[in-house]
Nanobody, 128 residues
Framework: QVQLVESGGGLVQPGGSLRLSCAAS????????IGWFRRAPNTGREGVSA????????FYADSVKGRFTISRDDTMNAVYLQMTSLKSEDTAVYYC?????????????????????WGQGTQVTVSS
């Protein structure tokens, strides 16, 4: 079974940037989508962004549109989340996850129910 490892989290000031990486243990080309989710303290896990690996369509939560960008590098078996103009409310543990093969709509790509394998998460803290 594929394994996912997130990296790139850390402490950043408001307005700053970070790039998160999600490295897969094998080729991602055969999977349906990879998504980024986050869990802030005392809240549930929410979908942030996702990419359909077959059609390259993308999903973004309204709260991150225009600030976050998802991308892929098939040679590295990786998906990235470039985060800019970070706000304190972006503070959370960020997880990546893979939907192995279930076709879903763009909107559904932000729903954790459709994801089969999860990474361990990386902490992002936005604070001055």
């Amino acid at each position: 079974q594929v394994q996912l490892v997130e990296s790139g989290g850390g402490l950043v000031q408001p307005g700053g940037s970070l790039r998160l990486s999600c490295a897969a243990s094998e080729s991602i080309n055969g999977y349906y989508s990879i998504g980024w989710f986050r869990r802030a303290p005392n809240t549930g896990r929410e979908g942030v962004s996702a990419i359909n690996l077959r059609h390259n369509t993308t999903f973004y939560a309204d709260s991150v549109k225009g600030r976050f960008t998802i991308s892929r590098d098939d040679t590295m078996n990786a998906v990235y989340l470039q985060m800019t103009s970070l706000k304190s409310e972006d503070t959370a543990v960020y997880y990546c996850a893979v939907n192995i093969g279930t076709p879903i709509t763009v909107k559904a790509m932000g729903v954790q129910l459709w994801y089969d394998v999860w990474g361990q998460g990386t902490q992002v803290t936005v604070s001055s």
